[in-house]
């Protein structure tokens, strides 16, 4: 018995750790160079995007992006944008530089976080996550996750699919979470 026990435990605890990851409980450093808990997002939805400054992409997708964020950061959410040069060396500049240009051409206010890759050996153990729980592995730059308020994955798009189909969903749990607030008062 006591050796069955010894055998059941560890798995017991990697299945229970298993269960308690989610997006939040992952640490990324932002663009400034400041290590982060993205514990701090909790109770928020998010959407988690890779981005890159010389894509075909961009313009769409910042702008849009922003949008999204003065439209509804008011109300417990955010966009999460992660540099990445791993598509098409298409974000090559530095942290400052990539801080400089989007907040200058696209007058971005959502969070930036330090350059990233998102896909292979190198990739960042929060975007090893998103992949795997959902599925959906980033394959160009612009590849956005919706993260609930708990940091489960809801959803991956690629870069084809427009932030603008995807902010009706966005609206939707934003509207629950307004309305889960208000009956909690």
């Excluded at 417990?76 to 040069?85: D, E, I």
């Excluded at 942290?95 to 050996?121: M, N, W």
């Excluded at 084809?160 to 609206?171: D, G, L, M, S, Y």
């Amino acid at each position: 018995m006591f050796l069955a026990a010894l055998v059941f435990l560890p798995i017991l605890s990697q299945l229970i750790d298993a269960k308690q990851k989610d997006f939040y409980t992952f640490k990324v450093v932002n663009i400034r160079g400041r290590l982060v808990s993205l514990e701090k997002y909790r109770g928020s939805v998010s959407l988690v995007v890779n981005v890159a400054s010389d894509c075909g992409f961009t313009e769409a997708h910042y702008t849009d992006l922003q949008q999204l964020q003065r439209d509804f950061g008011p109300y417990h959410f955010n966009v999460l944008a992660f540099p990445c040069n791993q598509f098409g060396q298409q974000e090559p500049g530095s942290d400052k530089e990539i801080d400089s240009f989007v907040r200058r051409v696209y007058g971005v206010s959502f969070p930036l976080f330090s350059k990233i890759g998102v896909v292979g050996a190198g990739a960042n153990n929060a975007f090893k996550y998103l992949a795997e729980v959902s599925g959906k592995e980033p394959n160009w730059n612009f590849w956005k996750y919706l993260i609930d308020v708990d940091g489960k994955v809801v959803d991956g798009w690629g870069p084809k699919t427009p932030v603008q189909e995807i902010r009706p969903k966005v609206a939707e749990m934003v509207r629950k979470l307004i309305l889960k607030k208000k009956t909690e008062l």
